[in-house]
């Protein structure tokens, strides 16, 4: 396999986030962010957050190479900020390099995922600690990081007891990243099975490769939006269920309410 980072390469980055944040490029002098950030990787994360708590932000646009999310704080809550994450490797791993450079050390991903695994089902909640690298922005980072694991501020038990005060069933399954989500083929999914994989999806590893990277702590929460078919002749790929939309608001209201503990 081709490498893209080298143990005898010691030379510095062409440009770094910290760099990229002073420069011309940048409109707006950016604010010093607080230590935890709750990176949301799925679309009704800011809106939900806005609905439900009276929201300020520090900076209208985080300003990353590839990633332009608001980051927003709720009054009263010292310490924590909350920031879409964005969609692909490539941009979730520019978001927390510029998070990094603004001084977060603590980066908790609330997303989604489909599910492949044999026990999982829709609204479950999946909490990895190991997620297969199928993707590519973790290879310029580590020379083979096959698979990673987060260095999480909470045990399984404080996440599961989280997710299961509000009406939730917490896993603790690993998951995979990947960038082509049409390329998920029966020969695949089986193999990630095998592997003891149980969801896929698009961001979750190249951000904690980002976070292991510079030291920073990370914790991955993500939902089971979808359920894959184990085999040709299963019922078919389909999106959510009848309850899907009010599940994921209780996801989103016990990540928040951990997130907030000790932040």
């Known amino acids: 396999m081709a490498k893209w980072c080298f143990e005898d390469d010691r030379t510095r980055p062409v440009f770094t986030a910290e760099e990229h944040v002073r420069s011309k490029h940048v409109q707006e002098k950016s604010p010093r962010l607080p230590r935890r950030a709750v990176a949301f990787c799925l679309g009704r994360g800011l809106p939900w957050?806005?609905?439900?708590?009276?929201?300020?932000?520090?900076?209208p646009r985080l300003p990353g190479f590839i990633t332009h999310t608001p980051v927003l704080a709720v009054e009263g809550w010292e310490g924590l900020c909350f920031l879409d994450g964005g969609r692909g490797a490539p941009q979730a791993a520019c978001t927390i390099e510029t998070?990094?450079?603004?001084?977060?050390?603590?980066?908790f991903l609330l997303g989604l995922c489909g599910a492949f695994g044999e026990a999982v089902q829709v609204g479950d909640v999946l909490v990895?600690?190991?997620?297969?690298?199928?993707?590519?922005?973790?290879?310029?980072?580590?020379?083979?990081?096959?698979?990673?694991?987060?260095?999480?501020?909470?045990?399984?038990?404080?996440?599961?007891?989280?997710?299961?005060?509000?009406?939730l069933r917490a896993l603790r399954e690993d998951t995979v990243t990947t960038d082509a989500v049409y390329r998920q083929t029966f020969y695949k999914e089986a193999r990630w099975r095998s592997l003891g994989y149980a969801g896929v999806d698009m961001e979750a590893s190249a951000v904690v490769s980002v976070c292991n990277y510079y030291g920073m702590a990370s914790?991955?929460?993500?939902?089971?939006?979808?359920?894959?078919?184990?085999?040709?002749?299963?019922?078919?790929?389909?999106?959510?269920?009848?309850?899907?939309?009010?599940?994921?608001?209780?996801?989103?209201?016990?990540?928040?309410?951990?997130?907030?503990?000790?932040?």
């Not at 909470?154 to 989280?162: C, D, R, V």
Request: glycine fraction near 12%; aromatic fraction near 10%; hydrophobic fraction near 40%.
């Open 128 to 167: 990895p600690a190991r997620l297969l690298c199928e993707e590519g922005a973790s290879w310029h980072y580590f020379p083979d990081p096959e698979a990673v694991r987060p260095q999480s501020p909470w045990g399984f038990g404080q996440l599961a007891e989280a997710f299961a005060g509000a009406g």
């Open 99 to 107: 998070l990094h450079a603004l001084g977060t050390e603590e980066v």
């Open 49 to 59: 957050l806005e609905e439900r708590f009276p929201t300020q932000t520090i900076c």
């Open 219 to 263: 914790a991955v929460a993500l939902m089971a939006s979808d359920k894959h078919p184990m085999g040709p002749d299963s019922p078919a790929w389909a999106w959510g269920n009848e309850d899907f939309g009010e599940k994921r608001d209780r996801f989103l209201e016990a990540g928040v309410g951990l997130a907030r503990q000790g932040a």
